[in-house]
């Protein structure tokens, strides 16, 4: 897809799917009837779209396709009640997530218009007796270096695919960690943690909460989200640990010793962790011990599995 069609695509997209920038706090209108059997119809081609967009043979149609899902998926926001209407048919094509404290969802897919391009949608949908959301625009192929540092807002979106909400009290201010995955990048992947938050003019993207070691793991660095970018054919783990009451991740390091070079980082084995302390996420190096056996030696049940 040429870059100024695309463009175009995405302008679109924020108008169709662009909803009242009010921020709405009271309870949720019961969901009627008549306006659930609409949801449903409205699901029945949500579903159908999805799967278009998604698998469809000419990559270039699945630009076309998200457009239609996009309307009709601003017709089924739009529905009275609809933030009660579980979707769970069309949860299993794209990503719905809810926040635990049923204030908001994220409704939220990736689009593939060529082999090497990807192209991250979403959409957060507030619970209220007005019918409230904000499209998420991505941003993320014009942040570089200052990806880690930046705020952003619904326009100017960290793109990604959301795997986990997790709220949190810090500093007095209710925010939520989004965990994340883009695939974006030619030779390497990233997964991240994203701080949402919000105010009276919408959603909020980040936050100086993370203190972390730099790239060369020299001194440590205080950062609004987290982003490890590692090598394409590498698998990592990045997810909050309810028994350790904290972040985990895998330690990576490039490859050939060459920190500037993202596409070399591969895990070292190691696994580190982040534990919230005085309003921030501090690293914890070696959060799950790792035993080095002896020839003959055997694993010791409990160190192995991170007790």
């Given at each position: 897809m040429q870059k100024g069609k695309f463009f175009?695509?995405?302008?679109?997209?924020?108008?169709i799917l662009a909803g009242p920038a009010a921020f709405a706090h009271k309870g949720t209108p019961p969901l009627s009837k008549e306006d659930q059997?609409?949801?449903?119809?409205?699901?029945?081609?949500?579903?159908?779209?999805?799967?278009?967009?998604?698998?469809?043979?000419?990559?270039?149609?699945?630009?076309?396709f998200c457009i239609r899902f996009t309307k009709k998926l601003?017709?089924?926001?739009?529905?009275?009640?609809?933030?009660?209407?579980?979707?769970?048919?069309?949860?299993?094509?794209?990503?719905?997530?809810n926040a635990d404290d049923k204030s908001f969802r994220i409704f939220n897919w990736l689009v593939a218009p060529s082999e090497n391009v990807r192209r991250y949608y979403g959409a957060i949908q507030m619970?209220?007796?007005?019918?409230?959301?904000y499209p998420l625009k991505d941003f993320?192929?014009?942040?570089?270096?200052?990806?880690?540092?930046?705020?952003?807002?619904?326009?100017?979106?960290?793109?990604c695919e959301y795997y986990k909400i997790l709220s949190q009290n810090i500093a007095g201010q209710k925010v939520y960690l989004l965990f994340g995955f883009n695939s974006a990048?030619?030779?390497?992947?990233?997964?991240?943690?994203?701080?949402?938050?919000?105010?009276?003019?919408?959603?909020?993207?980040?936050?100086?909460?993370?203190?972390?070691?730099?790239d060369?793991?020299?001194?440590?660095?205080?950062?609004?989200?987290?982003?490890?970018?590692?090598?394409?054919?590498?698998?990592?783990?990045?997810?909050?640990?309810?028994?350790?009451?904290?972040?985990?991740?895998?330690?990576?390091?490039?490859?050939?010793?060459?920190p500037n070079r993202k596409s070399t980082f591969i895990p070292t084995g190691q696994m580190d962790g982040l534990r919230l302390e005085n309003d921030v996420y501090r690293y914890v190096k070696d959060a799950i011990p790792v035993l080095k056996l002896q020839d003959g030696q055997a694993p010791i049940n409990g160190v192995m599995n991170g007790g």
């Open positions: 175009y695509v995405l302008l679109f997209l924020s108008v059997e609409m949801l449903g119809r409205l699901e029945d081609s949500l579903v159908v779209l999805a799967d278009s967009m998604i698998q469809a043979p000419v990559p270039d149609d699945r630009i076309d601003r017709a089924a926001f739009e529905t009275p009640g609809s933030f009660d209407y579980p979707f769970s048919r069309l949860a299993g094509k794209i990503h719905i997530l619970a209220g007796e007005t019918q409230v959301f993320s192929a014009n942040l570089d270096k200052d990806g880690a540092t930046t705020t952003l807002n619904s326009d100017h979106w960290y793109g990048g030619l030779s390497s992947n990233k997964k991240l943690i994203d701080v949402l938050s919000f105010d009276a003019r919408g959603p909020l993207f980040g936050a100086p909460v993370f203190v972390v070691p730099d060369r793991g020299q001194q440590l660095v205080q950062l609004s989200r987290l982003i490890l970018e590692y090598k394409k054919d590498a698998q990592i783990y990045l997810n909050y640990d309810d028994a350790k009451k904290m972040i985990l991740f895998s330690r990576i390091s490039s490859e050939i010793a060459d």
